[in-house]
């Protein structure tokens, strides 16, 4: 079992592709309920970077600012029809409008609102988060640069009005410092002249 790097179009495969083998996976010590629905997956050997293959940026523990910014978005190789039997080759994109994430989780759950998980609302029913999409990235743009902020969970569509639907993500600034700690990646801070931000 491996991973592949360089990859846009499914039915093309391009010089640049990098493949990697997984060697390990490392589960959240309390993985196995809805709060920590998070993993690591260890490498034989690190990824080069290059011009096709580019890291996101690390969040620090604190940016809870981040979702507050209203400026991201969700990219994925799920379904894009109901049935979900149709599947891009291409990653579809969306702009994601970041809601009240303990409102939303309360309404439409009606659990008690986690802090691991983090949503957004959908204004048309099958545009967001779809089967397949599961594990993917929710970036948000930050002093131009582009922040690993959450992973597709979960969709919810609305019983009332139906073309609303919500997508629930998983928290990751919640997470980093355990993984720093699993990583041993430590925090850099990076300066310019208006802002001090973190990443890897």
């Not at 779809?130 to 993917?136: P, V």
């Amino acid at each position: 079992m491996g991973l592949i790097f360089g990859v846009y179009d499914l039915n093309f495969v391009t010089p640049h592709v990098i493949h990697r083998s997984i060697v390990d996976v490392v589960y959240h010590p309390k993985y196995g309920n809805q709060e920590n629905d998070i993993a690591l997956i260890k490498l034989e050997k690190p990824v080069i970077f290059n011009a096709y293959v580019r890291p996101l940026c690390l969040p620090n523990g604190k940016d809870t600012d981040l979702v507050l910014s209203n400026v991201c978005s969700v990219c994925g190789y799920g379904a894009t029809e109901v049935n979900g039997n149709k599947y891009p080759t291409v990653p579809h994109c969306y702009h994601a409008e970041m809601g009240n994430s303990f409102l939303i989780r309360r309404q439409v759950w009606n659990f008690n609102p986690l802090r691991s998980i983090v949503s957004a609302m959908d204004t048309f029913r099958y545009k967001g988060v779809s089967e397949g999409d599961s594990g993917g990235p929710l970036t948000c743009k930050k002093h131009f640069k582009h922040f690993l902020t959450g992973i597709a969970y979960a969709k919810h569509v609305g019983a009332i009005h139906r073309s609303v639907s919500y997508n629930f993500f998983i928290n990751v600034p919640k997470f980093v410092p355990w993984i720093r700690k699993v990583t041993k990646i430590r925090e850099k801070k990076v300066v310019t002249r208006n802002y001090q931000s973190s990443m890897i």
